[in-house]
């Protein structure tokens, strides 16, 4: 019965625990499910719910004044927003993924997915954001069950064949230029290339090949890609909180759907047990 129970969790089989909850981390029912939405208590991916606000939110394409939108514009707008978080989030740890979804219902509109390399990383934002701002309103910030985004994403969309369109129930994940990427990701590249090469390079030599890549990383934080300074929107109640912790293991971030189910089955009777 156990290992019944243990195939079927987290699956439409699954009378107790939301499928859509444990594979997107949102549900359209919300607190009104009629299955448990299991939170995790620690995690590599942190949800930041409905904070990306584009500017034709109203009505696609046109802006709230009526008025037809470019999409450069919108694309720019949001690429823009894209970097700006990149770069606020990865000073807590190396970020494996981010995506914003283009969803238009209610439970998943301007949702942002983090995933960090570490579990240690993730919990450090977490409590770096809570309490904070950005453009005026209140970061709502929690741990996601979402650990396989290949799972969580849409197909149809990334092929540009969703009949649902914006209110469909798995994510439609907004991509941004292939200049963008390489530019905020290719740093951890060159960051690990940089570290194999060391080995055969002498201590003068070495030297000379990193000094370089920090230098040119933190004159381009301070400016966005048309070359002005780049505007910061993010208020927080007092001074940044930054979290010391000791160096953190290995985390298991590509991990199956059984590892999950075992991982939040556990979470569930460390729960109970808890209460008794």
């Not at 969309?157 to 969703?162: K, L, P, Q, S």
């Not at 007092?238 to 293991?249: A, L, Q």
Request: proline fraction near 6%; hydrophobic fraction near 25%; charge should be positive.
């Amino acid at each position: 019965m156990a290992e019944h129970l243990a195939s079927i969790f987290g699956t439409e089989k699954d009378r107790v625990n939301c499928p859509f909850y444990f594979k997107i981390g949102a549900c359209r029912h919300g607190d009104r499910c009629s299955r448990l939405h299991t939170r995790p208590t620690v995690s590599p991916t942190l949800l930041l719910s409905n904070m990306y606000h584009r500017p034709d939110m109203i009505t696609p394409g046109v802006e709230p004044q009526g008025q037809p939108l470019d999409p450069r514009k919108i694309q720019e707008h949001f690429e823009d927003f894209y970097e700006d978080i990149f770069e606020e989030l990865s000073k807590f740890g190396e970020i494996e993924n981010l995506n914003v979804c283009d969803n238009l219902a209610d439970h998943m509109i301007g949702n942002v997915y983090v995933q960090f390399k570490e579990e240690d990383h993730a919990a450090a934002a977490l409590q770096a954001l809570q309490g904070r701002f950005y453009s005026g309103r209140p970061i709502i910030v929690d741990f996601s069950p979402v650990t396989d985004f290949r799972e969580a994403t849409c197909r149809q969309y990334e092929e540009n064949d969703c009949n649902r369109g914006g209110y469909c129930n798995f994510m439609h994940v907004k991509m941004i230029s292939r200049e963008l990427r390489r530019k905020l990701f290719g740093k951890y590249h060159r960051r690990r290339g940089s570290r194999s090469r060391s080995r055969s390079l002498s201590p003068h030599h070495r030297r000379d090949y990193d000094r370089p890549d920090r230098r040119d990383y933190r004159d381009s934080r301070d400016r966005d890609r048309s070359g002005r300074r780049s505007h910061r929107r993010y208020d927080s109640d007092g001074p940044r909180r930054r979290s010391r912790s000791p160096r953190p293991s290995r985390s298991p971030i590509r991990e199956g759907s059984e590892e999950r189910r075992a991982r939040i089955e556990q979470w569930n009777r460390e729960r109970e047990e808890r209460q008794i």
